[in-house]
């Protein structure tokens, strides 16, 4: 899961910067002159190191992006309207409170497992976000849901059953329970 | 320090004395803010924690609101207070500007204090647009207004000082040589200390973040006259403005480092080459690098998506490869005077750098897809204030304190609020930062059965802040009487 | 101890640049006021929304043999090189047929791509129409000779399947000899439909939009109620292209004010210009 990788490199990284720390307030026990070419040389040489550190991580990173890519094409289009304090989820567009009252308390849309489902998500008043969690509460994937703008999500779902979305974007008193659902069977 | 100063033929001792003074007034300010704003943010995760389960969700968004403005707002006069103070050995900050400020502060303050708990104004920091405009009936337009009138006024303010240093630092000092230039090329020129050269660079970004947060007040004004405003735009000049704010405290403090660590240290940290680069490069970098606060807005360009993780990966080369590694280069076997104040400067330059790995991480766009509003947000940035600037910030407190107390530290008391402030601290924060691993949302006063783990990480949390509390009550009780006895 | 300086460094030292500052935001008020003032009305949704299309979008293409002046082949065979502009036609209509398609062949002169980003193909759902009368057709319209539109037929069966997985629908009404007919063009991208656009005609800048999908981008924005006084790019939906608007602006205005008020305080300030004596 790609929370626990990114959790082990800040721990790995940052257990190295303590170390550094550690080691240089324990070396002022045995204070001495330092050689500044020295210091200067290894400064160097953590300049390099960090940035092929940075330039492998952008090189490894920066392709793969959660934007809708021209060389894919979903199979399912999902509409969601976000608004204070409920997500409205649909098979079709939702253009009015009529269609997002219906669609909110409608039965859950069903999303084919293993097929990319593109989420086209916007808000009827402020910012939301939409963002799906699985069936065993992991952060899938998100967007933002903004007035003015359509957001296209595309998420490929393997692991059937009923995922929740919850908006993770603060809209006001009623932001913690803000919901949506839908199925993937 | 101070001797310095007054060494530098710039002051009279009298002037010296009401600018001490008046450095003292904000550093007992900051102290009395601190415990206060910490209590709020107690107070949050003992709600998460479920302690308040019968008060209204509207409490917690609005004290959300209270603690994350107060907090922004003390760090940022304490790192301006410090940096004014520090300059006196170098130039001649104006102190009547330091006094309307300083009012108009406490005015903003008070406004907010207003807004919040008395109008349970609940935006959360960044106010995003058009949020203020939709209270669903929980704040009164009352409250919008009054809100709106605090940040303006705060603004105005903060813009003012920002103004006054620089021209105090244009008073000595042209613009290349302020900005070390001259060490670019290799030609000698007058010693530019680091303070000055890293407060010019936060000085110019401030104000272009300022100057950010107009426009967006001045929108939302013509929003409330009926006319709509593109809310991507709204939400790039709000980051814009938030990402600046927060850097440039940040920068200040480490400033403030750069100044003071090396007498602790018995070594000279002085510019040079390397050092003009790096701040020259982040005076560049950091304009671009709020883009990774939409990663998220899918409508953003894709190409404006990859400059703000290129920038936000790059401004660590400066951070690390300089300010990091100077201040573990000084401090090597140096013939080290452990205070309060040099601890703190030492392990807020850790914090900042472990925030920054934090930060780094989560400005890739790959992953901030899973870890964007999670608690690992709130989780890196409490790592590089809490633990790192706020640190820095109240070892500069403790520094002049003593220096114009003459009052001594306690070796053993000094120790235990150290350990307090760690354990204490990163615990809390440790708690975030699993919790945002663990897919809980920032800003939830109230977990859902998805993700009802958060209930049980506030728990934790709440335990870790007791620590911390206790930590910051030794800190207040031993720097707040040092401060008020400089004071009398 | 000395003091540095005249009397004046004790007051705040703004006092004619604090005049200016008054000035340029005053400046800067007016512009807002009137940007606010005379803000115009948004557009209204960039294209004819098409009545289902959200029934069919995604849907797979029956991937159904057509015969063409190159022979029999399958759909795929030219959805696969190019994304495919699909419409259905007769030759004997009397009606919108023939002006739908000069409308269409408009529309893509205008939006460009033909040929690079897609391909065109028109089929008759006339069970009557031979190769030959499509060929007829074209050549009357000019297109005969143009590799990048197709005309062809297909089998009944086949032209009713595809019919039914895109949303054309035709019936034959006996008391006008003519058939009653969706005019609709499809968009599909291997072999998927991604847009549809339905009318008498295909508006130039509805065509850009389609064309701009097919490239694998889309229209992101769509327009709020009422006025809108700033955004960074404005979409027109009547020319199908994006400009500049005043909102690129103020997200230049930041960075452009602090180096304007850096400058003034360095170059400008009356006190910046004594210094350097004191260094």
Redesign the interface.
């Known amino acids: 899961m790609i929370q626990m990788h990114a959790f082990y490199i800040f721990l790995i990284a940052a257990g190295l910067l303590i170390a550094a720390f550690l080691y240089v307030a324990l070396s002022t026990r045995n204070a001495r002159e330092i050689n500044m070419q020295s210091a200067y040389g290894l400064r160097k040489l953590l300049f390099f190191v960090v940035l092929a550190v940075l330039v492998l991580g952008i090189g490894m990173t920066l392709g793969k992006t959660p934007y809708p890519k021209a060389n894919e094409l979903p199979g399912k289009v999902v509409f969601v309207v976000g608004k204070q304090f409920s997500f409205a989820l649909s098979d079709t567009p939702i253009t009015n409170d009529q269609d997002y009252e219906a669609r909110t308390y409608g039965i859950p849309v069903q999303v084919p497992a293993g097929s990319l489902t593109e989420f086209r998500v916007m808000s009827f008043d402020v910012n939301h976000s939409f963002a799906v969690y699985s069936p065993d509460d992991h952060l899938l994937a998100q967007t933002q849901a903004m007035p003015g703008y359509v957001n296209r999500l595309r998420v490929r779902f393997d692991q059937p059953g009923r995922y929740y979305v919850l908006c993770l974007e603060l809209c006001g008193m009623g932001h913690h329970r803000m919901r949506g659902v839908f199925d993937v069977n | 320090m101070t001797a310095a100063a007054?060494d530098s033929?710039?002051?009279?001792?009298a002037e010296l004395a009401k600018f001490r003074r008046m450095t003292l007034i904000w550093g007992i300010t900051v102290l009395l803010l601190l415990p206060i704003l910490a209590l709020l943010g107690y107070f949050m995760r003992l709600y998460q924690s479920g302690a308040f389960s019968g008060m209204?969700?509207?409490w917690f968004?609005a004290v959300l609101t209270l603690h994350s403005l107060g907090m922004v707002g003390t760090w940022f006069v304490g790192s301006m207070a410090g940096v004014s103070y520090l300059l006196l050995k170098y130039t001649?900050p104006?102190l009547?500007?330091s006094k309307f400020v300083y009012v108009g502060t406490l005015l903003g303050v008070v406004l907010l204090i207003a807004c919040t708990l008395g109008g349970l104004f609940?935006?959360?920091w960044y106010f995003?647009?058009?949020?203020p405009l939709?209270?669903?009936g929980?704040w009164a337009p009352w409250a919008t207004f009054t809100f709106f009138a605090a940040l303006t006024i705060l603004g105005v303010c903060w813009t003012i000082w920002t103004?006054?240093l620089?021209?105090a630092v244009?008073?000595?000092?042209?613009?290349g040589a302020?900005l070390g230039w001259n060490y670019l090329v290799g030609k000698p020129g007058?010693e530019l200390p680091p303070l000055v050269l890293i407060t010019t660079v936060s000085l110019?970004?401030s104000?272009?973040?300022f100057?950010?947060a107009v426009?967006v007040i001045?929108?939302f004004a013509?929003r409330a006259?009926?006319?709509?405003?593109?809310?991507?735009?709204m939400?790039?000049?709000t980051f814009?403005?938030g990402h600046d704010l927060v850097n440039i405290t940040m920068y200040l403090g480490i400033a403030m480092v750069y100044e003071l660590l090396p007498s602790y240290a018995g070594r000279p940290w002085r510019t040079n080459r390397?050092v003009a680069i790096a701040w020259g490069a982040v005076l560049f970098l950091v304009?671009f690098a709020f883009f990774h606060h939409l990663y998220?807005?899918?409508?953003q360009p894709?190409w404006i998506?990859?400059l703000g993780?290129?920038c936000s990966?790059?401004l660590?080369?400066p951070a690390?490869?300089?300010s990091?590694?100077g201040t573990?280069?000084l401090?090597?076997?140096?013939?080290?005077k452990?205070t309060l104040s040099s601890t703190f400067f030492?392990?807020g330059i850790?914090g900042w750098?472990?925030g920054g790995?934090?930060a780094?991480?989560d400005s890739?766009?790959?992953?901030n897809?899973?870890?964007?509003?999670?608690l690992w947000v709130p989780a890196h940035f409490h790592t590089y204030y809490l633990m790192g600037v706020v640190l820095i910030i109240l070892g500069f407190i403790d520094h002049a304190g003593k220096e114009l107390s003459g009052l001594e530290e306690k070796p053993a008391l000094s120790k235990l609020t150290t350990a307090l402030l760690l354990i204490g601290g990163y615990g809390f924060l440790f708690m975030f930062?699993w919790g945002?691993?663990?897919?809980v949302?920032?800003?939830?006063?109230?977990?859902?059965q998805?993700?009802i783990q958060g209930t049980l990480y506030a728990r934790i949390a709440v335990g870790f802040i007791t620590l911390l509390l206790l930590g910051i009550l030794l800190y207040l009780w031993e720097t707040g009487r040092r401060c008020l006895k400089a004071l009398a | 101890m000395h003091k540095t300086g005249p009397q004046s460094r004790h007051r705040l030292p703004f006092r004619w640049s604090f005049r200016a500052a008054c000035v340029a935001f005053f400046a800067f008020s007016v512009f807002i006021f009137v940007r606010v003032a005379f803000a115009q009305d948004s557009f209204g949704q960039p294209s004819q929304e098409p009545p289902n299309e959200e029934r069919f979008v995604y849907k797979l293409t029956p991937d159904v043999p057509i015969t063409t002046s190159s022979g029999v082949q399958n759909l795929s065979a030219i959805w696969h090189e190019k994304p495919v502009l699909l419409t259905m036609i007769f030759s004997r209509c009397a009606r919108v047929c023939s002006p739908f398609l000069r409308s269409l062949n408009s529309a893509v002169s205008d939006a460009g791509g033909l040929g690079t980003d897609y391909r065109i193909v028109v089929l008759s759902f006339d069970p009557k129409d031979t190769l030959a009368d499509m060929q007829r057709l074209a050549s009357e319209l000019g297109l005969n000779a143009d590799p990048d539109w197709t005309f062809g037929v297909a089998s009944p069966s086949d032209i009713r399947s595809l019919a039914a997985a895109t949303g054309f629908w035709f019936q034959w009404d006996s008391s006008t000899q003519q058939f009653d007919h969706a005019s609709l063009v499809v968009a599909i991208d291997r072999g998927q439909l991604v847009r549809m656009l339905a009318g008498p005609s295909v508006p130039a800048a509805s065509l850009r939009e389609v064309v701009q999908e097919l490239r694998g981008k889309f229209v992101a924005s769509y327009a709020l109620a009422g006025k809108v006084a700033f955004r960074c790019f404005e979409y027109d939906p009547t020319s199908g292209r994006y400009s500049l608007d005043w909102g690129l602006a103020l997200m230049l205005l930041p960075g452009t004010c602090a180096i304007l008020a850096t400058a003034w305080v360095f170059f400008l300030l009356p006190a910046s210009r004594k210094k350097r004596n004191l260094i």
């Open positions: 007054a033929g710039l002051w009279s001792e209204r969700a509207e968004y001649r104006n009547a500007v609940g935006t959360g995003l647009y058009p949020l939709f209270a669903q929980v103004l006054d620089l021209r244009a008073q000595r000092y042209s613009l302020a007058p110019i970004v104000l272009s973040g100057v950010a426009i001045a929108l013509a006259l009926g006319v709509n405003v593109d809310p991507l735009l939400k790039n000049l814009f403005f390397t304009m998220m807005d899918f409508a894709t998506q990859k993780q290129i990966y790059l660590a080369m690390g490869v300089v990091i590694f573990l280069a401090v090597f076997a140096a013939r080290m452990w030492f392990l850790l750098g472990i790995i934090a780094v991480i890739t766009v790959e992953v897809f899973h870890f964007h509003n999670t930062y945002g691993v663990n897919s949302p920032r800003r939830y006063a109230i977990y859902p998805e993700v």
